[in-house]
């Protein structure tokens, strides 16, 4: 019983060559999972990590948020329609807003706002070195996100090749494997129909 448990090159007649190459591929998918997965997503997500964070440092070094005046009420920039949600609507409602620019002086601009503000109420906005209204920058725990997302989609899509790659051969093993019984069959068949005549 021992022998036959650890005799690995002992096969049955009803082996074949291609039962031999799906299982062996089994096992090198296995490895590869284990081994290629972990450290795909591991690599991709320190990757996507450091180039949002190269990013993320460069928005906080060219943006610098100011508090500004509003100097009249809200007004669309366009008609809001039935699919935009809340934050799109306050979004598109522009206001001009004024703030003091310790080099320019008292500067004014047409920028997003809340659309709840009223004239003379502060509301922050973030400008660009040129003094252009840009989005805030982006914060750390977004650019954790993007670094754990781009891992785990790397991860994932590995995984996903190696499991399609692995379909593909069994789909090929399986075909070989008729295509050898037919052929055996066709050999041995008349032996067995014709062995009772």
Same mark, same amino acid.
């Given at each position: 019983?021992?022998?036959?448990v650890?005799? /690995? #090159? ?5 082996? +074949?060559?291609? *039962?031999?190459? &799906? ?5 090198? @998918?296995? =490895? ?12 991709t ?38 699919s ?5 609507? /306050? #979004? ?5 807003? +004024?703030?003091? *620019?310790?080099? &320019? ?5 047409? @920028?997003? =706002? ?70 055996d ?13």
């Amino acid at each position: 019983m021992r022998t036959q448990v650890l005799s /690995r #090159r002992r096969r049955g007649p009803l082996c +074949r060559r291609s *039962d031999v190459v &799906e299982a062996w591929t089994a096992v090198a @998918v296995a =490895v590869l999972l284990c081994l290629t997965v972990p450290s795909t997503g591991v690599l991709t997500a320190r990757w996507a990590y450091e180039d949002a964070r190269v990013a993320a440092d460069e928005q906080r070094a060219d943006r610098h948020r100011v508090r500004a005046e509003v100097l009249e009420r809200p007004s669309r920039a366009h008609p809001p329609s039935e699919s935009e949600s809340g934050s799109e609507r /306050r #979004r598109a409602s522009r206001a001009t807003v +004024r703030w003091t *620019d310790p080099e &320019e002086g008292t500067r004014t601009a047409l @920028v997003r =706002v809340p659309a709840h503000v009223r004239p003379g109420d502060p509301v922050h906005v973030w400008l660009d070195s040129r003094g252009r209204e840009v989005l805030p920058p982006v914060d750390d725990a977004s650019v954790w996100q993007y670094g754990v997302g781009m891992g785990t989609l790397a991860a994932g899509s590995t995984a996903a090749l190696l499991l399609l790659a692995h379909r593909a051969v069994r789909r090929v093993m399986l075909r070989r494997r008729l295509e050898e019984w037919e052929r055996d069959w066709a050999r041995t068949g008349p032996l067995w129909t014709h062995r009772g005549v």
